[in-house]
């Protein structure tokens, strides 16, 4: 195993990607995630990629549309107002069955809001993201080590599916340095016969576009996609357990929150509660069978977020009302406690579901 | 098994980060689980920063520093803010020329070192932090593996700048061998 070192979760997401073969970053800088923009102003013009600093977040997005287009690993990073702003070119890419890596390191919103840790673009980001009937594949890494990893997976399953990627963080996990270890599996290589690259006058020309005016044929192209929506359901979900085994609370929580849930379990399991966490590494597709199963053994599952309460109806979708599913959050910037989820954990154990 | 939580605050521009960052190195050197966390923010830039880290033998969860074991107070909006957030037995250090009053707690371990001013008398005077955490590592054992602490400030002394390092160690040692209250 090589050398651990300690990074800062946003320069773990670009070193990643340069790992995964991206040689095109667009950007416009918004804080907590200017540093993924400025490693790759350092490091881009060394390795003969491009970097580039855009005049807006919807020219960076369309920009990484064109590269897409080209059949080129490409990425862009933002943060919630943002993502906001990259929306229309993101629903583009969609429509246009574009593979690209997007980055949103969350503050709180809505609106210019702030600039601490937040989870509450959840609903932008696991329900499309802007409009139309589309999906991205949203990857919520919980350590320096899997802001690295996933975005080689990012990479790896936008191109294997045509679609974007977008690594869900918050400026906590943007901002934190853990060790991290860069020798990991490398993103493979997938085919691009659809890419415009010019057809050297030997094949038919291939044309990237979201424009369907005849409305049989958008419907078609829509249904066809989310046949793929359902291969990647059944195929990618990810997520990882914690002391589920003989639980009879369940925490659910992702990044920053399941760190956070953590130390409450440790404590809760001195106490002698029976307690886990059920930590989504893929928010969509949402591991809706994990907790589904969780509900025929746990009395109470308690969604630690931070923002109003977003995840807490895909987990109320998964388990369809068998128990009650209540919420220990905080948001606009501000971080649950480990005391808030601990309290939350023994209301729980003693029959309160408010 | 132990967990050391580990908060430093003062200005921006005091080095509460690299003290942060070296601590951290320090700990991955020494084999262990470590995080490190800034505030990040406008508050950098004059008001009071602040940087978690974290040391453990175990998984860190976590990675925010609520209640600290050990404190390192670089100004007095710092120490007003965090000494009550102590754990009971911890330790708070105390830039002394920055600060001058007494920590009030009776319950931790209190540590003065006129870090800014030791800085200033031998001409390093950016290098207050570094004193200071010579001190903490001291008072923390960190320099049962001095070599460890070398190899930390070795990692976050930039290659660039690799003509500090001994002057950095020098900052170190000074705060390591203060021997005040």
Known sequence: MSEKVLMKGNE????????AGCRHYFGYPITPQTEIAAYMAKRMPKIGGTFLQAESEIAAINMVYGVSA??????TSSSSPGISLKGEG????????L????????RGGPGLGGIQPSQSDYFQATKGGAHGDFHMIVLAPASVQEMAELTVKGFELADKYRVTSMILADGTMGQMMEPVSLDFELAEEVEKPWAVTGTKMGRKHNIVNSLFLKPDQLEKTNIERFERYEIIKQNEVRYEEYLMEDAEICIAAFGIAARVARNAIDEARKQGIK?????PITLWPFPEKAFADASNKVKQIISVELSMGQMIEDIRLSVNGKVPVTLCNRTGGMIPSPEQVLKAIINANEGGNE | MSTTQYLFAGFGGQGILFSGKVLAYKGLTDGKNVSWLPSYGPEMRGGTASCSVIISDTAVGSPIVEKPDVLVAMNLPSLDLYEERVKSGGIIFVDSSLIDRKVKRTDVTAYYIPATKMASDNNISKLANVILLGKVLKETNGFTNEQGVIDALKKVISAKHADMLEINLNALKLGRDYKGE
């Open chain 1, 12 to 19: 773990a997401i670009a070193e990643a990607a340069i790992k």
């Open chain 1, 70 to 75: 080209a059949g080129k690993r490409v990425m």
């Open chain 1, 90 to 97: 993101i629903s583009y890419m969609a429509g246009a069955d």
């Open chain 1, 99 to 106: 593979p690209a890596l997007i980055v949103n390191v969350q």
């Open chain 1, 275 to 279: 307690v886990g966490l059920i930590r």
